[in-house]
């Protein structure tokens, strides 16, 4: 089973950049479907942005222009990179695997990192 480790989260002001990662225990070029969630106080995990293995992403409207997913295969890693960034990004951030098992589709957890975005 592939353990998700997510890294890079942090303070940053408003209309600043940050970047987070996922580190996979594992290859990830068998996991088709990799994606981004959050969860802010109070509130229920959202989808933030999926990419698959031929690179096709997609992205919530919240972040649309403003955030890019991507995976580097060799170095089993998903990234999200987050441009002008609004207090209402501030979330936990959570990686997502879609792990195909001989039982069906596994998901996978990373713990997440938090993001903080002050006004």
């Known amino acids: 089973q592939v353990q998700l480790v997510e890294s890079g989260g942090g303070l940053v002001q408003a209309g600043g950049s940050l970047r987070v990662s996922c580190a996979a225990s594992r290859t990830i070029f068998s996991i088709n479907v990799m994606a981004w969630y959050r969860q802010a106080p109070g509130l229920q995990r959202e989808w933030v942005a999926t990419?698959?293995?031929?690179?096709?992403?997609n992205y919530a409207d919240s972040v649309k222009g403003r955030f890019t997913i991507s995976r580097d295969n060799a170095k089993n890693t998903l990234y999200l990179q987050m441009n002008s960034l609004k207090p209402e990004d501030t979330a936990v951030y959570y990686c997502n695997a879609q792990v195909v098992a001989s039982s069906g589709v596994i998901p996978v957890w990373g713990q997440g990192t938090q993001v903080t975005v002050s006004s």
């Open positions: 990419i698959a293995t031929g690179g096709r992403t």
